[in-house]
């Protein structure tokens, strides 16, 4: 959020947004910062340039993207009343697209240049980089909660075991309980019976 804070305020932009794909293919945006509010979609227009940019893995820029044919979305364009815009690819460190950055302005007289969108690459690695150890302390925080949930499941399951054999005269007993993960579904038992007697349980 900093770097693009930094990249949104730098470049004077009137949207600035973060979007990330789901595991099941969706767009899902995840930073959204607006000059002044002026959409009720604010990322409606540029889901197909990001699809774009994703696909290609190179970065766009648009100095005037209302007469941009690449989009074929004028009217949407129109809308909004873009008229100059840049969106990045967001690469994992195997060069996956797991994602997209896009400015943009209504300014006429600001449109971006190639020199603009060079800043916008070295963000958007900047901001790969910060994305990735984010979801990697995230998988971590959610591993070790499994753990923490699997240990309290398996010391109750060994809660339900025998804590001794039984002695009963002429018999010897021997158990092993082992699972092949941290919780397993055997079990077992010694039940003393009213005539003295032993059941087994397994």
């Known amino acids: 959020e900093k770097i693009m804070e930094m990249i949104f305020d730098f470049f004077q932009a009137d949207r600035g947004f973060i979007v990330l794909e789901s595991p099941d293919g969706k767009l899902i945006p995840r930073w959204v910062r607006l000059r002044r509010e002026d959409g009720h979609d604010t990322i409606r227009i540029s889901r ?3 699809r ?21 979305m004028s009217q949407s364009i129109a809308d909004f009343r873009i008229r100059s815009m840049m969106c990045a690819p967001l690469l994992d460190n195997e060069g996956t697209p797991m994602g997209a950055l896009q400015i943009d302005t209504l300014n006429q007289r600001q449109k971006f240049q190639p020199e603009d969108l060079e800043l916008l690459i070295s ?5 790969s980089i ?3 150890n984010a979801q990697m302390h995230d998988a971590s925080l959610r591993q070790k909660e499994i753990e923490r949930d699997m240990q309290l499941a398996k010391d109750v399951q060994r809660g339900f075991l025998p804590e001794s ?10 158990d092993f309980y082992q699972p092949a993960e941290q919780v397993g579904g055997d079990y077992f038992d010694y039940i003393p019976l009213p005539d003295g007697r032993v059941a087994i349980v397994v």
């Open 130 to 132: 910060a994305i990735q």
């Open 48 to 50: 197909t340039i990001i």
């Open 52 to 72: 774009k940019v994703m696909e290609s893995r190179e970065a766009i820029l648009s100095a005037d993207a209302a007469t941009d044919d690449r989009f074929e």
């Open 165 to 174: 054999r039984p002695d009963l005269p002429g018999y010897a007993f021997y």
């Open 123 to 127: 963000a958007a690695a900047q901001a």
